[in-house]
């Protein structure tokens, strides 16, 4: 009989000299422990991911284990089975091989190694070692039923489907510069390992049907997360270790990357160029070449004098005034970046936050960006944090712990420092980017792919990390390559890096300057929808690029990185000739307005200046605006709705002020807008907006474009005969802030 308590849930099994743990840690979420001492684990000393919930109100106790919403585990004899209504699965965490498994381990992972040829900053040798494979390990292991599993960040290269490798949970430039160790699977589950230890984990390659975790260190402890979907697995996963970070609405626009050795005077005329050819733009970006001195680790950065200053003509000699080379890029529109790289130790201050009153004698990281903020940074980009491809097997920690229990989560705690530091400092939303990042990251910084330009293995990177509750991902885009372009503007935001090379739009020639301008101002087009999305993945988790197993069964493309939906409406198609439509919807071509069936492999034929294959799917509702040279956080007044009838639909349209906190109160406002076609009319509904924020207007204009195969006899606004056009297969008209609308055939 299950017993309801109104606490959190704890149950406790021997496990030889140890104990294990089964806690119900919230809603469809258990936790699994084998511990002596059950201290805190430094995610949940560092107040990384989300503590237990204590009264879910879904949580119980049984005879044998615990409940946690639908989902159920019980332990006996070294077997731990966890179960829903959906599947069975049991992990063995009494294994009796530990040297076979040590051996396998050894074989297909010691070579796994970086792939760069050098490494930024001072050391003389490069550090190859991966992980101590001398010691007999900690693993666990679990049989499956032929399922396909989805996850680990950037682990996976080329694929979506994990299964058939090892992988090493371990951070290294270029090869794996973001991973989670979370993993899950349409049967109904995922699993999240609990450690910071470099460790490795075998999807089916070893056994067919059996996922192998290696620990070479730490304590075996791993969440179980329950759900319908991927989507529902997902949402658990962020609920615990924190949703997909909500960017300034500014840092959903472009961002340039200036040439390493650019000055404050080829910026402003970069800056006027984008101005004068009509390139939106938001963020300029500058690389280690503005530092005094080259790739500065320090505390102590400068600004270089002989690029960035100020004549002093009376005492004869250049003095730093970046603030008002600052000031006149914001003139022009434009946010500014500083590159940074970092060696810091982050876990004195940790240690601090956490109660250790121990003076380390370490300063904290953020004071002395404090200076740069007041200067005009809006932002920065951290490019490594502690040189991800390095291992000094020699450091310890303030909190005196190893570099192999370390470096991971150094990314983790590199961005939790740099978000509230800059949070702190400023009180609005801070936009920082890093080439790494691991479990919790995703809630403190934006990120991308690092160096490896915009090919096929980047947009599975991106993916695969959207499949690890990680969403604010992109990478750098090739701005010689039609394809890269096309894919590069719909990632969760986007930057053109010309820091070794010309990356200019305008020194592209004249097709790819072409191409670039028609995706650029397309993607400001649509920034009402591509921020409503943001919104959307910070309540949610749900990404921005949403792989193909997210929205479909379709067998098609259960492995594909060549489609992704982007938000809920938009299916794009890269690096290929051809494009799998989703059962179960039309598919209406963006470029062309023919609509095709779903469940089809067809042809793509693009236009010409088009770089990629865009579909929308049918009864979609996609708020847009007039393109801008830069992205105005203000109230809109004006919105453009384009309209796909097709059924019934409806679009939440969420908004808020686009750069404080207030969203974390609830200050913000979603507009349901509903769609209904029958044939004969196309009935629109645009419902009060529930909600408020700051600088929220009463009254807005909503230009409605409904897509139509024919013109319509007339148009009703709120019952009122309305003045309408139909141009290239558009119904156009004019509603205010809320209503109905009617069109007749």
Not at 402 to 410: A, C, F, I, T, W
């Amino acid at each position: 009989m299950i017993r309801r308590i109104p606490k959190m849930i704890n149950k406790d099994f021997a496990f030889g000299e140890k104990i294990l743990r089964l806690t119900a840690y919230a809603e469809n979420v258990i936790r699994v422990r084998i511990s002596d001492k059950f201290e805190p684990t430094l995610f949940e000393r560092y107040g990384i991911w989300r503590a237990p919930d204590e009264d879910a109100g879904k949580l119980a106790s049984t005879k044998n284990g615990v409940l946690s919403g639908f989902l159920y585990a019980e332990y006996s004899e070294g077997v731990l089975t966890f179960s829903s209504d959906a599947f069975e699965r049991k992990i063995n965490l009494a294994c009796r091989d530990a040297g076979e498994v040590r051996k396998y381990f050894e074989d297909n992972l010691c070579g796994m190694r970086p792939s760069r040829a050098q490494v930024i900053g001072d050391y003389s040798e490069w550090e190859r070692k991966t992980v101590d494979f001398t010691k007999d390990p900690k693993y666990f292991s679990m049989k499956t039923e032929g399922e396909l599993f989805y996850g680990l960040g950037e682990s996976n290269e080329d694929r979506l489907v994990l299964n058939g490798k090892p992988y090493l949970e371990r951070i290294v430039y270029q090869k794996c510069e973001v991973t989670v160790p979370f993993i899950m699977t349409k049967a109904g589950y995922g699993i999240l390992c609990n450690t910071t230890f470099w460790h490795g984990i075998d999807v089916c390659s070893k056994s067919e049907n059996e996922v192998i975790w290696y620990l070479p260190d730490g304590e075996i402890d791993f969440f179980i997360f329950a759900g319908r979907t991927l989507a529902d697995i997902n949402e658990r996963l962020t609920y615990i270790t924190g949703r997909p970070i909500l960017l300034p609405k500014w840092a959903y626009g472009l961002t340039f990357v200036e040439q390493y050795n650019a000055d404050q005077f080829e910026v402003m005329r970069n800056a006027a160029q984008f101005r004068e050819l009509g390139l939106p733009c938001d963020m300029f970006s500058l690389e280690p070449g503005w530092m005094a001195k080259r790739y500065d680790f320090s505390v102590d950065k400068k600004w270089n004098t002989d690029r960035f200053y100020i004549c002093d003509w009376m005492r004869g000699g250049k003095k730093p005034r970046p603030y008002e080379f600052t000031q006149a890029l914001l003139r022009y529109g434009f946010k500014l970046q500083l590159w940074l790289c970092c060696q810091h130790d982050f876990t004195a201050y940790e240690e601090k936050l956490a109660g250790n009153d121990t003076d380390f004698g370490i300063p904290e990281w953020f004071e002395h960006l404090e200076k740069f903020c007041f200067d005009g940074a809006a932002a920065f980009k951290v490019d490594p944090c502690h040189v991800v491809d390095i291992t000094d097997e020699t450091r310890t920690y303030a909190n005196g712990k190893s570099e192999p229990e370390m470096h991971n989560l150094m990314q983790t705690l590199c961005a939790k420092d740099m978000y509230q530091g800059a949070a702190r400092y400023r009180g609005t939303r801070p936009m920082h980017h890093f080439c790494g990042g691991y479990t919790g990251s995703g809630a403190y910084t934006a990120m991308t792919t690092g160096d490896s330009g915009g090919k096929l293995k980047t947009l599975a990177w991106i993916l695969n990390c959207g499949l690890t509750g990680i969403s604010a991902m992109t990478c750098d885009m090739d701005i010689y390559s039609k394809h890269t372009i096309h894919y590069c503007f719909f990632t969760a935001w986007c930057q053109l890096n010309s820091w070794a090379g010309f990356a200019q739009p305008w020194w592209a020639g004249d097709e790819m300057q072409a191409y670039f301008t028609f995706y650029d101002n397309l993607r400001y087009r649509l920034m009402p929808y591509i921020y409503s999305t943001s919104i959307y993945g910070n309540m949610t988790g749900m990404p921005t690029c949403r792989a193909m197993p997210y929205v479909t069964d379709d067998d098609e493309v259960k492995n594909s990185v060549y489609e992704y939906m982007f938000g809920e409406d938009f299916l794009v198609g890269a690096f290929s000739d051809e494009i799998w439509l989703p059962r179960g919807n039309d598919w209406i071509d963006y470029w062309t307005g023919k609509c095709y069936s779903g469940g089809q492999m067809i042809k793509i034929d693009l236009p010409e200046g088009k770089g990629g294959a865009l579909y929308v799917k049918a009864g979609a509702i996609v708020p847009t605006e007039k393109p801008k040279q830069f992205t105005d956080c203000k109230y809109a007044d004006e919105i453009i709705l384009e309209i796909y009838p097709c059924g019934k639909s409806e679009r939440d349209f969420y908004e808020d002020d686009g750069v404080s906190f207030g969203y974390k109160n609830g200050e913000r406002a979603v507009t349901k807008i509903i769609c209904e076609e029958n044939g004969s009319s196309v009935k629109i509904n645009i419902g009060k907006r529930i909600g408020n924020f700051d600088g929220m207007k009463d009254i807005r204009v909503y230009h409605i474009k409904a897509m139509s195969a024919k013109a319509p006899k007339k148009v009703a606004v709120d019952g009122k005969k309305a003045d309408f056009s139909y141009e290239n297969g558009y119904v156009l008209f004019d509603m205010k802030t809320c209503g109905s609308a009617e069109i007749t055939y």
